[in-house]
C-alpha cells in the first residue's frame, strides 16, 4: 500500500482509505463526474480534483469527515442550503456518519460549471 502523498491518480488516493472511507469518496467522484461530464480528474494539492473551463472542485477524507472544497463561491451562493454542515470559506465538512447529500453535491458542481463557463466568455 502506498502512503498518503505519493499516489498518482484518483484511484490511488481513493485505495489508501479503508473500504467504509471509500464507498463514499467513490459516491463523492461519481457524482462529481455524473454533474459535469467532461471535467478533468486529476489530484491537485493532494486530493482529487476536477477542472472544466477551471478548477470545479477538490475532495478528501479525513478521520472525522469528508472534505469537499467548491471553492469560496458556492460555499457563500449555498449558503441556506449548507446550514447543517461546518463550512469555511471553500470548505464542506460532510459528516462520515451521515449520508453524503449527493443531490447538494451536484448542485454546487452544475453551479460552479455554469460560472466557468461565464468566467471563460
Known amino acids: 500500500m502506498k502512503e498518503k502523498g505519493l499516489f498518482k491518480t484518483v484511484d490511488e488516493y481513493i485505495a489508501l482509505h479503508p473500504a467504509s472511507i471509500q464507498e463514499g469518496l467513490e459516491l463523492i467522484r461519481k457524482t462529481i463526474k455524473k454533474a459535469a461530464p467532461g471535467a478533468e ?71 460552479q460549471v455554469k460560472e466557468n463557463r461565464k468566467k471563460k466568455k
Open 41 to 111: 480528474e486529476r489530484i491537485s494539492y493532494q486530493m482529487p480534483a476536477y477542472r472544466l473551463n477551471g478548477m470545479l472542485v477538490f475532495f478528501a477524507a479525513t478521520k472525522t469527515h469528508y472534505g469537499f472544497y467548491p471553492t469560496s463561491g458556492p460555499v457563500a451562493a449555498f449558503r441556506e442550503k449548507l446550514r447543517a454542515y461546518k463550512t469555511s470559506k471553500g470548505t464542506i465538512r460532510l459528516p462520515l456518519d451521515k449520508p453524503i447529500p449527493v443531490k447538494l453535491i451536484t448542485e454546487i458542481v452544475k453551479w
